[in-house]
């Protein structure tokens, strides 16, 4: 039976752990939900030794090294690679379209870009997500706790993909090649798109319009403004045969919403 090892079992590894576990694989993992601490070398060096694929979703260190290529690079000899890495690594395109092609390195992601590209570079299939939304992680949650924002920002669009869609992207890399895949949804929008629409589907009024100063908005949401970028998914379904499940935000919040009340649907 094959064995997946996930380093870093967080909110999307989990989904990804989930869908593999369900068709039968073994699967062990480091992190708070794992089943091993990431400095405990020797339990760690043996599930990799027994693992046919390893997928690592830790990001880079302060240093901007990576922690498990710094580690344990000379125990994933041979095996599939995994990465998840930010489509971040693009920097700002002016909301041009970003594919496999575009440089990388430019943006304020220039850790994850270096940790992206030394993936690459041991033949891993580096999975690069923008902003990642799902059940208890969506525009939802926000509207509902009030902490949602709208911006005034004409112009201004990002891409996203439901964090399903990522596992299903991943799993459908089991047979490929190693290189790039971009795993975002078709629709590239304004966040103030995707609030407006959490609120009606909620039936609650929208956030008001702010500037980016009203909002009194944290530094690395601020950064987030300040990049206007569509991403594109071409690769991902030419190469993987994968389509996402939830093509638009819309029936995404949808289908969050839905499993709500019937969580067997999701």
Excluded at 57 to 85: E, I, Q
Excluded at 177 to 183: E, R, T
Excluded at 231 to 242: M, P
């Amino acid at each position: 039976m094959a064995h997946f090892f996930v380093f870093g079992l967080g909110y999307t590894a989990r989904r990804i752990a989930h869908r593999l576990s369900s068709a039968g694989w073994t699967i062990e993992s480091t992190g708070s939900d794992g089943s091993m601490r990431f400095d405990d070398e020797p339990s760690v060096r043996a599930a990799l030794a027994n693992a046919s694929h390893v997928l690592s979703s830790v990001p880079p260190d302060r240093d901007g090294d990576d922690p498990v290529l710094a580690r344990y690079h000379n125990a994933l000899t041979g095996k599939w690679l995994g990465y998840l890495s930010s489509t971040g690594v693009y920097g700002d395109t002016g909301g041009a379209w970003a594919d496999e092609s575009a440089p990388i390195g430019t943006g304020r992601r220039i850790a994850r870009a270096e940790a992206d590209s030394a993936w690459l570079g041991r033949g891993a299939r580096v999975f690069r997500l923008p902003g990642i939304y799902g059940p208890g992680r969506s525009a939802l949650d926000r509207v509902r706790a009030g902490t949602a924002h709208r911006i005034a920002l004409p112009g201004q669009v990002f891409s996203r993909v439901h964090v399903h869609d990522i596992a299903s992207g991943v799993t459908a890399a089991l047979d490929a090649p190693g290189g790039a895949y971009n795993l975002a949804d078709d629709l590239p929008c304004s966040q103030n798109a995707v609030i407006e629409e959490a609120a009606r589907l909620l039936c609650l009024a929208p956030p008001p319009l702010q500037t980016v100063e009203e909002a009194g908005l944290s530094p690395a949401a601020r950064a987030f403004y300040a990049e206007n970028r569509r991403v594109a998914n071409g690769k991902a379904k030419r190469v993987l045969g994968w389509r996402p499940r939830h093509p638009t935000y819309r029936e995404g919040l949808r289908a969050i919403l839905a499993a709500e009340t019937d969580p067997a649907g999701q």
